[in-house]
């Protein structure tokens, strides 16, 4: 069990404890040797018995460490204490899409865009690199206090063509609420996949909630092979019309009318962020009677 004060590998002074999660626990520790702060995922004593946790925890170190974008946590260093296994994160600063949600109903068409923006382009660097992030959601996007975003866990990723990755017939394929319907159906992860969670974090982050959810994880997901996504205007009128497009874009169920590239999805956001008319339509009734900022 680690402890505050606790040294790990002779470098890592943990002073904090950032959270729990099912599978890990995060501490806050100081790098004594760069002198920064940084966050330490280690893997639980019950998951590690699991081997698809062990994988999934594997493969976020192999795939992370690969990468390196200004829109995507960083991995500083990984390995085994006491036959427990850590990962050394970059210490984000900010807090997750999702706990941002949590104090505030949405976010603004302006920020949102801003936020699709920065997220389009860790996604095209990660698809250069021939990976499969496959669980893009709001809760694995943190927001700095700047406001520029990081995209984390690649614990599910997948590079294509690779003999390396978690077992298909496993039941890890996502999260349900932002699953692709072709992946539901048991058909392989692909770019596309992504793209379609794309668009679902685009609807929850203008609305404040996903299209689809329920206590019933199976029914969640069929939700998105069978039934027709709402229409974010329905929840949030004053939006543009073009957010209607990108959003049934970057969702159709019919592969050949999704986007065929993270590009082609920012192409039309940025266009969407440089429309000033949009833009204006876009926010509160007080904000265009009284000149506010919509940020």
Not at 139 to 168: A, M, Q, W
């Amino acid at each position: 069990m680690i402890r505050i004060n606790d040294i790990i590998s002779e470098r890592y002074k943990v002073v904090g404890i950032l959270g729990h999660g099912g599978m890990s626990d995060v501490y806050e520790a100081r790098d004594m040797i760069f002198k920064r702060n940084v966050a330490i995922k280690v893997l639980k004593e019950e998951a590690a018995k699991k081997m698809d946790n062990v994988i999934r925890f594997q493969n976020e170190a192999r795939f992370s460490s690969s990468l390196n974008h200004p829109n995507i946590i960083k991995i500083y260093d990984y390995g085994e204490l006491d036959n427990t296994l850590f990962i050394v994160n970059e210490f984000a600063k900010g807090q997750t899409l999702r706990e941002a949600l949590d104090f505030k109903r949405n976010f603004s068409i302006n920020e949102t865009c801003s936020i699709m923006l920065q997220l389009c382009d860790a996604l095209i660097y990660v698809h250069s690199k021939h990976i499969v992030h496959r669980d893009i959601k709001s809760s694995n996007v943190y927001i700095n206090p700047d406001g520029s975003v990081k995209l984390g866990d690649f614990g599910i990723s997948i590079l294509l063509n690779s003999n390396y990755n978690i077992n298909e017939n496993k039941r890890i394929v996502g999260t349900v609420q932002y699953v692709a319907p072709e992946v539901v159906l048991g058909k392989p992860s692909t770019y596309l996949s992504d793209i379609y969670s794309m668009g679902i974090l685009f609807y929850e982050l203008l609305v404040g909630e996903v299209p689809f959810d329920g206590s019933d994880p199976n029914e969640v997901a069929l939700m998105h092979v069978q039934n027709e996504l709402p229409s974010p205007l329905k929840k949030v009128t004053n939006l543009p019309k073009e957010v209607e497009y990108i959003f049934f874009k970057a969702t159709n169920k019919d592969l050949k009318k999704r986007y065929h590239s993270v590009k082609e999805l920012r192409d039309d956001i940025l266009a969407l962020y440089n429309n000033k008319r949009a833009m204006r339509q876009g926010r509160s009734l007080l904000a265009r009677i009284f000149g506010l900022s919509s940020n």
